[in-house]
């Protein structure tokens, strides 16, 4: 078993960021800033693992913005890693291929969706066990701790990787998902339990509102709700991060120990 | 006009909660407790116009319920009437009738929708022009003032007359609307464009799926937020009157005066 090594480490706004590596994957872990507000008094705190869009990377500002809502919001640790072939990571070849198409699609004004989705299946392959290694590691560091409750937070490509690993991870307890089509993910999500919150916007330009709405529809959550912002794909309001971090702080808690009688 | 008539007067919480008469109906005026952590340092604060769903009234336990979050939350003022024929108002025949047209429904396992939906466009005829009367007579009160930011929260017959109200006063700027047929109410909904947070069922057995996202989409708003919840009709969970009243903190400010240049 891999460990975490930290390469690097900086302070900002109560939220400590240190970078790592894990057996060659490159991640972030923020953290609250020890004697901030947000930090616990002692002891383990909850983990929110992130998983970042298609074509961006660990600290693509959305990363570190959504982060320090849950550090500093819930005191709660939030790592992110590179998704094969993304940020510091090489490409394969089919990374180059898959991509290329991707592009061609795009100038030539055809549905991005079919390349996306068959593409996104194939990192999840890659990443979900990437993923397990990572969660392995961090919870040998003192300030997470085995045993300790587990969030996942992942939009579009992040969701194409985080209902396969919430699917096959039963660490993971609670998730906020959103923006991807059905087709490989609507299978892993009927076997999803855990409460869910749903992100997806109305006018999505690249996917269609019922398969947005299928999607959603598949988890067997008893626990889900759907968030449906009007606007376009890439228009997802800030506001919905601080949905998440409410959503994590709602069910990323330690069990209350039963008082002892005495 | 008529003026609100205070009639009785309690505190819990931080919360001043007085009933009032405003020509003839009965209402009720949640306030922040002058001094509490929420009350305004001076001056008005917004206002929050709460509408009760079928066949309750105006102190049902999700009214005071959602206000105390409102009040104690953002230190804004909640009021709520009691709609034509429900709580302390007398019922006409035709109310009597189609009350009765319901529960007979109800008894034979046929669909209620048709009846509340005719009922309820009935039911908000009569109370639209109450409600602008009461708003009226509420923006006297030194304590809200005329011009100040006002909502509207209300699901199900709340609802059924919020949105003609909100698409008829162009004082209310934000509605939180939901668990609605859209048959009478799309039309209004396409007139609406102020920023709306819309409640459904995802498994509502009176509501269909489609029903109620067909009136989420007819909101003609630039900024408008679906918040759909895994449940039956009546397990609409109550984190979603913390959602509500995020959203009026968001929207019921009143405008920043532009520094003055000296």
């Known amino acids: 078993m891999h460990s975490v090594q930290f390469t690097a480490e900086t302070s900002s706004d109560g939220v400590v960021e240190r970078d790592f590596t894990m057996g060659g994957i490159p991640g972030v872990l923020w953290s609250p800033a020890p004697g901030s507000a947000s930090a616990a008094a002692s002891g383990p705190a909850p983990l929110v693992l992130m998983g970042h869009g298609g074509g961006t990377h660990k600290k693509w500002p959305a990363m570190p913005g959504r982060a320090h809502r849950i550090v500093y919001g819930c005191g709660f640790h939030v790592a992110c890693i590179d998704a094969p072939g993304h940020g510091d990571r090489p490409r ?25 989705v068959r593409y996104n299946a194939h990192l999840a392959e890659r990443a979900v066990p990437e993923w397990q290694a990572t969660l392995d590691a961090l919870q040998e560091l003192p300030e997470i701790g085995a045993g300790g409750p587990v969030g996942y937070y992942g939009l579009n490509m992040g969701t194409a990787i985080g209902v396969p690993l919430t699917a096959a991870d039963p660490r993971i307890t609670a998730a906020v998902l ?24 109305w006018d999505d330009e690249h996917i269609p509102r019922e398969a947005g709405l299928a999607l959603f529809d598949a988890f067997a959550s008893t626990e889900k709700t759907l968030h449906a912002n009007a606007g376009r794909h890439k228009e997802h309001p800030r506001f919905e991060a601080d949905s998440a971090a409410r959503f994590f702080a709602r069910h990323l808690t330690r069990p209350v120990p039963a008082p002892v009688l005495s």
Chains 1, 2 share one sequence.
């Not at 089919?94 to 055809?110: C, F, K, P, T, V």
């Not at 959103?178 to 997806?200: C, E, K, N, S, Y």
Request: glycine share 6%; no cysteine.
């Open 92 to 116: 394969t070849a089919y990374d180059e291929q898959e991509i290329a198409a991707l592009y061609r699609a795009r100038e030539a004004g055809e549905p991005e969706g079919p390349i996306v």
């Open 178 to 201: 959103g923006m991807h089509w059905p087709d490989a993910l609507a299978a892993p999500a009927r076997r999803i339990t855990v409460p869910v919150q749903f992100h997806l916007q």
